[in-house]
Structure formats: structure tokens, C-alpha cells
């Protein structure tokens, strides 16, 4: 395994490369001076701007292949964008036919493709991820290098966001200076955008009234909170559950308690996230024994269902939904219903230190994915991909993705068009007739094919359209939200994320670890040790919160971890992400 990298060339490259692209993106289509060959696609990324519109009289057939979402009832071929694009080409002189194909199985899809170098013109919305893109875009130029197309000319809108967005070009520039996938940009919104998804745990004030105890603040309070949810008496004479969890937000929470953050805590601590400045795994530090203990003392007290581990998202829903439980831990309040006095009794469990730690901070949901759009180095037509995809990356092209036309100016005849309803939310006749029960479901069957494309419109509709200030906790920073929701007590939805916002706004930061690029070597060195580690991670854990295993044996799971190559592993990964680090928490 090798250890080391040389990372010199590989900045250089990109250092190069980024500079090229910047100037590309504010000099008016000026052409590059490198004096490289402009018609290689993939590859080297130390290629010419390419700014001019193609002159293309034939007719040209462009070949998508798209990730469906589950429940998706019709063809991808029948959306209306796809079809609005041929209706956009035509308006910019070009006679072009949109070939759609859907997968509803991207993962197994994309390595088919890439596997057999069958790729379509575009793939849309299924993540390509790091490693794939130094793969299949670096050392194989199977990819589109899209670098020498983001220019003024070619692509203004993608240019706009990445001036607004600076940090985001560096994310996506490949060690070679290339960039193999293009970003989907889903902008702070107030209603969504100000905590992440590790802090999702709410109680029934109800519960707690009845129990004579307070919201929790102490991981005291916490369990013995628990303990007295246990001795309640249900009016239906069913047994309380004191928590339930689906999607591990329960350790998403305690994780989060005991100072972890950087990105989602996986269930038992196996992923990379940050404390205290410095990239770890929460189940290699000691703050993993306190996590342990806790989980301990929930299972083996009966504070969790008996059938914790292998209880099914439904099933914990159902209990959620019939009142059986105190503490509820999901996204969002969904299973409670829609009836005020259920939803108004639900408050958001605050912020608690668990073990040692001595801060909280939540990473926020990423503004940006960075791999969402990519494309075949064999196009025929790179500029006309290019040009549609930057549609989707103007306001007009993102609100015609998401929503598709205003009622009455469909140019296509195909769809009713949506308008506001008296409340001043977007809406349309196929959702207020019940056929769909939202804008995202109707859109997702009619309009798009999925929603991690291009940019996603910040729509105010019943909202005041101000920015929301807000201090990043880590680095002390300002950053904004569009107030784009009108949230009140009134709804459900509008419940949750109020009280939300309210306990866990002034723990949210903006630093998140995205993904690196890594050699093949080491590419391959990590997705087979990575499996390895987390599977262990994973047994080893159950049988700890079980009893199965003693909590006395920690250290000696530890000696188990080094010996499965643990401490490798975490080496190469802060190698990999010093620069990173040294960028939000300077020199160690």
C-alpha cells in the first residue's frame, strides 16, 4: 500500500487547471494559451477553452441515460423537460432528438457502463463518485473533461455558480486539473437548510408532563428520562417503547453528542468524520467506549424495543404513528399525521454533551454534490451537451426542470402548467385533484426525472424571500438562507422544521468532508479496507450493546482494529484530506 503520493505534480496540475478554468469563466470566451490539442476529450485536463457554438445542420440524436425515482410510474421518455429540450434546441437553431433511457438500479447500471466503456452521451443524476472519476476520467479518458468547455460562451450560467460558489471548482478539479462531472447546487434555504440529518430526535411533551420531567440537557437527564418513559401508562394499555428509531438517527444523535461531525454518522462509528480539529473514526477513540455505555445501558434496560436491530423502517413508523413510543428519532414527523394536537405535541430533544465532549456542532446538508452530470469522452457533440446542460443551470432552465411550465405557457401542449394556490404555494390540478399527493411526487412521474441535477430554484412562494443570517459554528463565519417557506405551527411539515431550526441552528457549520480523488492503488487499497473495517466495526458493536461481548474488552478491539490495518487506512485518508483541514483549522 502506498503510503505516499506525490502530491506536488498533482497540485500543480490543478493549481494550473483551476487558474485556466477561473479565467475561462470571466474572460468572455477568451481563448486559452496553453497551445494543447482542443479535440481530446478526456484525459489531460491541460487542454485549449473551446467557446464556439457548433455549426450543426443535420439532425443530431443525444442519448441520456437517467436515475428514476422509486415509484416512478412513467416512462423517462415521456417527461416533459426532455421533451422541452428538443423544443430549446430547435429555438437555437438545432434539430435535435432527446433518446431518454431510466434505470431505476444506477449502482448496478454504472458499473455496467463503465465496465464495457458503453457510456450514453449524458448521465444524469446518478453519482459518479471520486474514485470512478480518477478511474474512468484520468487514467482511462473514458470520461468527458469538461474544463474546456466551462467558459463564458459555453457554459455562463455553470461560470455564475462557481464564481458565487469559489470553493466548489476545487472540489471538483481531479488531481490532472480535469473535471470528469459536472455539480448539482441546492442553495441554503431557510425551511431546509440550516441543520443537518444527525440531530433528528424528538419527544412528546405529553410524555414528558406526565412524567414530571423536563426536555433533557444533561446525558443524565437523558436516560433517566427514559427510564420514567418506560413506567408510563398508555390510555390504550399498549406497552411503552421510551424510543424508537429508524435510519440509526438515535446514534446519529449520541454521535453527534459525543462531538463528532464533518459529515452523517453512520450507525456504530465507522465512517471519517472530525472532533476537536482532527480526522478520526468515532469507533477508534475513546469517545466510542461512552457511546458504547450508553447503548448499553438503553438495550439492556429495555429503554429500546427488544427487536432494535432488526426492526424495519415500517415497523418503526407504526409505532411512531400509534403513540407507543415517547421519543421518536426519524427525518422528519411524518408518522405522527397531520392532526395539530399529535404534531403540536412534539419538541425537538436539545443539544446534550454526552461522555467528555465539550462541543457540538452539526455539519449542515451540503449545498452542493459534486458528481451528479457526467458524460462520454466519445460524444460526437460535446459543445451541444454543454450548452444543455448550462440550461438547467440558468434560473429559467432550474425552475423548468423542477416545476415545469406556468399554467397556460406550456410552447408543448403536454402539461396543465402549475400556479400558486391562495396560501402562495406552487401547485397544479393533478396534485389539488388528489392524483398526486405533492409538487416533488407529480413532478418526479411528469416532469423530471430526478431531482440532483443542474440547480435546484429557491422558490418563494408563501416565504418573504429574505436572507436568514446565521454564524457558522466552527469557523465563525457568516452564512445565509433564503427564507423561501413560510413555516408556522400551523402544519406538520412547518412544525418540525421551526423547532428544528430553533435548538440546532447555532450548532451548524458548513465544514463537511467531501470526497477525495485517489489513485487507482490507493483507490482500490480503501474500498477493499474500508468493507473490512466497517463490517467488523458493525458485529463487533451489536455484541457490545447486547452484552454479547464485554465493554472490558475494548481495548483489545481496538488491538483487533490496528491489526485489520486501521491505523493505515486513517493515515492515508489524513493525507489525503490535510489540505483540507489545513484550509478551516490552519497548521496542527
Not at 25 to 31: L, P, R, V
Not at 231 to 260: C, D, H, Q, R
Not at 504 to 517: C, E, F, I, M, Q
Request: some cysteine.
Amino acid at each position: 500500500m502506498k503510503k505516499k503520493r506525490n502530491k506536488v505534480i498533482a497540485l500543480l496540475l490543478a493549481a494550473i487547471m483551476l487558474i485556466g478554468c477561473l479565467a475561462g469563466c470571466g474572460d468572455d470566451g477568451e481563448k486559452g494559451s496553453d497551445g494543447s490539442d482542443a479535440g481530446e476529450n478526456g484525459g489531460s485536463a491541460a487542454v485549449q477553452q473551446i467557446t464556439d457554438k457548433p455549426e450543426i445542420n443535420e439532425p443530431v440524436t443525444l442519448k441520456i441515460l437517467t436515475q428514476r425515482h422509486a415509484g416512478s410510474t412513467t416512462d423517462a421518455d415521456d417527461l416533459w423537460f426532455f421533451k422541452y429540450l428538443e423544443y430549446w434546441f430547435a429555438q437555437q437553431g438545432y434539430d435535435v432528438t432527446i433518446d431518454v433511457q431510466q434505470t431505476n438500479e444506477a449502482s448496478t447500471e454504472k458499473s455496467l457502463l463503465l465496465g464495457t466503456d458503453t457510456l450514453s452521451d449524458v448521465v444524469w443524476g446518478i453519482g459518479l463518485g471520486k474514485t470512478n472519476a480518477a478511474l474512468y476520467g484520468m487514467e482511462e479518458g473514458m470520461l468527458l473533461n469538461w474544463a474546456p468547455y466551462v467558459n463564458e460562451s459555453l457554459m455562463p450560467n455553470l461560470c455564475h455558480w462557481l464564481k458565487e460558489y469559489p470553493d466548489v471548482t476545487p472540489d471538483i478539479t481531479a488531481p490532472d486539473g480535469g473535471i470528469y462531472a459536472l455539480p448539482y447546487f441546492a442553495p441554503s434555504q431557510y425551511a431546509s437548510g440550516c441543520y443537518g440529518t444527525s440531530e433528528r430526535l424528538y419527544y412528546r411533551q405529553s410524555w414528558l408532563d406526565a412524567c414530571g420531567v423536563k426536555n433533557p440537557t444533561t446525558q443524565e437527564e437523558f436516560i433517566n428520562t427514559l427510564r420514567a418513559f418506560k413506567n408510563m401508562k398508555l390510555a390504550n394499555g399498549a406497552t411503552p417503547i421510551p424510543v424508537v428509531s429508524a435510519g440509526s438517527f438515535l446514534e446519529k444523535y449520541l454521535w453527534t453528542g459525543l462531538g463528532f461531525y464533518g459529515t452523517e454518522p453512520n450507525k456504530y462509528g465507522s465512517n471519517l468524520m472530525i472532533k476537536d480539529g482532527e480526522l478520526v473514526i468515532p469507533a477508534y477513540t475513546e469517545s466510542y467506549r461512552d457511546f458504547i455505555k450508553i447503548m448499553n445501558t438503553l438495550y439492556s434496560e429495555g429503554l429500546l424495543a427488544r427487536d432494535y436491530f432488526s426492526m424495519s423502517d415500517t415497523t418503526a413508523g407504526g409505532l411512531m404513528r400509534d403513540g407507543s413510543c415517547g421519543a421518536l428519532a426519524w427525518w422528519t414527523l411524518e408518522y405522527v399525521g397531520e392532526d395539530p394536537k399529535a404534531f403540536g405535541d412534539i419538541v425537538c430533544a436539545n443539544p446534550i454533551l454526552f461522555g467528555d465532549n465539550k462541543e457540538i456542532h452539526v455539519s449542515r446538508l451540503n449545498y452542493f454534490t459534486a458528481d451528479t452530470l457526467w458524460a462520454s469522452s466519445k460524444t460526437k457533440y460535446p459543445e451541444l451537451v454543454a450548452m444543455m446542460l448550462d440550461f438547467i443551470y440558468s434560473e429559467e432552465g432550474a425552475m423548468l426542470y423542477r416545476y415545469g411550465p406556468k399554467q397556460g405557457e406550456d410552447p408543448l401542449g403536454l402539461v396543465d402548467g402549475w400556479y400558486y394556490d391562495e396560501d402562495g404555494n406552487i401547485t397544479t390540478k393533478m396534485v389539488e385533484d388528489g392524483t398526486y399527493a405533492s409538487m416533488a411526487a407529480y413532478g418526479r412521474d411528469r416532469i423530471f426525472p430526478f431531482d440532483n441535477a443542474g440547480l435546484r430554484p429557491a422558490v418563494v412562494s408563501s416565504g418573504t424571500g429574505e436572507m436568514k443570517e446565521f454564524t457558522d459554528s466552527v469557523t465563525g463565519e457568516k452564512y445565509y438562507c433564503i427564507d423561501n417557506i413560510k413555516l408556522d405551527d400551523n402544519t406538520n411539515d412547518g412544525h418540525w422544521r421551526l423547532i428544528t431550526i430553533e435548538k440546532w441552528s447555532d450548532y451548524a457549520t458548513s465544514v463537511r468532508l467531501n470526497g477525495v480523488y485517489l489513485d487507482s492503488d490507493d483507490a482500490t487499497y480503501v474500498s477493499d479496507i474500508i468493507t473490512t473495517i466497517q463490517n467488523y466495526i458493525t458485529k463487533e458493536s451489536a455484541k457490545f450493546i447486547t452484552g454479547q461481548r464485554d465493554i472490558s474488552t475494548i481495548d483489545q478491539f481496538w488491538e483487533e482494529l490496528e491489526n485489520l490495518g486501521i491505523q493505515d487506512y486513517l493515515d492515508l485518508m489524513k493525507e489525503s484530506y490535510s489540505d483540507y483541514m489545513k484550509s478551516v483549522f490552519g497548521e496542527k
